[in-house]
T-cell receptor
């Protein structure tokens, strides 16, 4: 089975631009998570969905961040407008019920 | 809120030797899951081992085993016969058993170096 797929793997953009990160969870999984990893804050949860419905978005930093899951096989995390402090590695993970979360390869974002 | 603490920012071990990585956590819950994830230079997060709090037996996966001390809220990872491919960041993580609280809470990580 294919694992969690994320695109793009690397993104370099300029401050003020819109950034869209994409995730395809493992087929059959009903939970999808977005995490952010930085040196200062480590790994932190941004938002997660259950059956395409957002359950906990308390980790979303501010209104510039938004996430959607239009169907069971696709999710996006959007940053508009982007700022240099958004530079990080963004991970998507999925799981089925209480099973282990499996992570995608991550998207390394650099905002200049 | 739950917290996870890894007190060793860096560890090193000679190839073929044994190393133990420490993790403590704080929670008021009685049922939960604990995990160790490995993050090599590729940045991929790879599950190493998982422990359910209601199980008294320590989990084992080949060369990897844990020492789970529930009363002490301690969850250490032992790597036996260390190999060069074990070099990575290791993260301890906690997950609640409460419905609707599936998020992982991570420690700050321990960077493990394997000396040939």
């Amino acid at each position: 089975d294919a694992g969690v797929i994320q695109s793009p793997r690397h993104e370099v953009t300029e401050m003020g631009q819109e950034v869209t990160l994409r995730c395809k969870p493992i087929s059959g999984h009903d939970y999808l998570f977005w995490y952010r990893q930085t040196m200062m804050r480590g790994l932190e949860l941004l938002i997660y969905f259950n059956n395409n419905v957002p359950i906990d978005d308390s980790g979303m930093p501010e209104d510039r961040f938004s996430a959607k899951m239009p169907n069971a096989s696709f999710s996006t995390l959007k940053i508009q407008p982007s700022e240099p402090r958004d530079s990080a590695v963004y991970f998507c993970a999925s799981t089925k019920g209480w099973e282990t979360q499996y992570f995608g390869p991550g998207t390394r974002l650099l905002v200049l | 809120a739950q917290t996870v603490t890894q007190s060793q920012p860096e560890m090193s071990v000679q190839e073929a030797e044994t190393v133990t990585l420490s993790c403590t956590y704080d929670t008021s819950e009685s049922d939960y899951y604990l995990f160790w994830y490995k993050q090599p230079p590729s940045r991929q997060m790879i599950l190493v081992i998982r422990q359910e709090a209601y199980k008294q037996q320590n989990a084992t996966e080949n060369r990897f085993s844990v020492n789970f001390q529930k009363a002490a809220k301690s969850f250490s990872l032992k790597i036996s016969d260390s190999q060069l491919g074990d070099a990575a960041m290791y993260f301890c993580a906690y997950r609640s058993f409460i419905q609707g609280a599936q998020k992982l809470v991570f420690g700050q990580g321990t960077r493990l170096t394997i000396n040939p």
